[in-house]
């Protein structure tokens, strides 16, 4: 990878079976092809800090808010249990992503985006990705790290009245983070109603459809797809996860044992806004190493950094 190259992103409306979705590229030209997934809930704007950096440092990074979140278009009744969100859309949402890329791209996927990264890898052949990063996720994982999650999605249905009233309540959510958002960075991720008041990005019909039902039963789809990768992989986890644990881990491990393994010591499930600046080291150092295999750590190593 090439040093110090200047980037700014573009963004463009990509289209996908029944709507668009808003895509940023950064430094277009650069190799390799990175193409980051972020998780349910979250926006592009997730992955800002580690694609600028990686931009930077030569490769090109797409980012892109899935369907129903972000400036993504939303799925027209979105919570009837037909029409509506499914997680077989996501996919190949990010299946038409992938193969849309000049060359096949190196998945960065957090939560749910590295569990759709899991199930291409694993079913589609040829795989569409040259390798892939997974951010605090596994075919298995713990309940009630993923409950914690839907109860803040789910406990402002009436927004709020103003900005400093959402920093408030993302500060209660992430105490581990020393900074409170800012205006400017929460403006992404809230919409003003009619009635004035701000609400989260994400379409509502999200926690209201088939969608979250779907995923545990997802589970036995995805170990079976986990066996099946044969590209290298990198899980990133936070040692301070409440959604991965030591077992799911292990699990993982063995279905994938040539896969790496690097815990973040100071990370939650938020890996990559927890530490932003270790997230990024390690998806270099993994990059690197895909063309220097003697340079890799062991396969299933935990490694904490």
Same mark, same amino acid.
């Given at each position: ?9 573009? $963004? ?10 808003? +895509? ?18 979250? $926006? ?8 600028? %950096? ?7 990074? +797409? ?8 400036? #993504? ?5 979105? %919570?009837? /249990? ?6 077989? @859309?996501?996919?190949?949402? &990010? ?9 096949? /791209? ?12 899991? +199930? ?13 990063? &997974? ?7 713990? $309940? ?21 009233? =959402?920093?408030?309540?993302?500060? #209660?959510? &992430? ?6 958002? #800012? ?39 995805? @170990?079976?797809?986990? %066996? ?18 030591? $077992? ?7 279905? +994938? ?14 890996? %990559?806004?927890?530490?932003?600046? =270790? ?27």
């Amino acid at each position: 990878m090439v040093d110090h190259i200047q980037t700014s992103a573009t $963004t463009s409306r990509f289209p996908v079976a029944d709507l668009r979705l808003a +895509v940023e590229t950064r430094h277009p030209g650069g190799d390799p092809a990175l193409l980051f997934a972020h998780g349910f809930g979250q $926006t592009r704007g997730a992955w800002n800090g580690a694609a600028a %950096a990686l931009a930077d440092a030569g490769c090109r990074c +797409v980012t892109f808010d899935s369907r129903g979140h972000g400036e #993504s278009d939303r799925v027209a009744g979105g %919570a009837d /249990p037909v029409d509506g969100y499914h997680m077989d @859309q996501f996919a190949d949402d &990010l299946l038409r992503l992938a193969v849309a890329q000049p060359q096949p /791209p190196i998945l960065v996927g957090a939560s749910m985006g590295g569990l759709l990264g899991i +199930v291409l890898a694993g079913e589609v052949r040829p795989t569409p990705f040259r390798a892939m990063v &997974l951010v605090d996720i596994t075919p298995r994982w713990e $309940t009630a790290g993923v409950e914690r999650i839907l109860a803040f999605m789910q406990a402002h249905p009436d927004g709020f009245a103003n900005y400093a009233e =959402a920093a408030e309540q993302i500060a #209660s959510y &992430l105490p581990q983070r020393r900074e409170r958002k #800012s205006e400017e960075q929460l403006r992404p991720l809230l919409r003003e109603g009619a009635d004035g008041r701000l609400r989260w990005h994400w379409d509502p019909a999200l926690l209201a459809g088939s969608l979250l039902q779907e995923s545990e039963r997802y589970q036995p789809r995805l @170990q079976a797809a986990a %066996a099946k990768i044969d590209v290298p992989v990198l899980l990133l986890s936070g040692a301070r996860s409440d959604v991965v644990s030591r $077992t799911t881990v292990d699990e993982f491990l063995q279905l +994938v044992p040539h896969a790496q393994h690097v815990e973040l010591s100071h990370a939650t499930h938020m890996v %990559a806004g927890d530490a932003n600046d =270790a997230f990024t080291r390690e998806v270099v150092r993994f990059v690197q190493s895909l063309d220097q295999p003697e340079g890799r750590p062991s396969a299933g190593a935990v490694q904490s950094r």
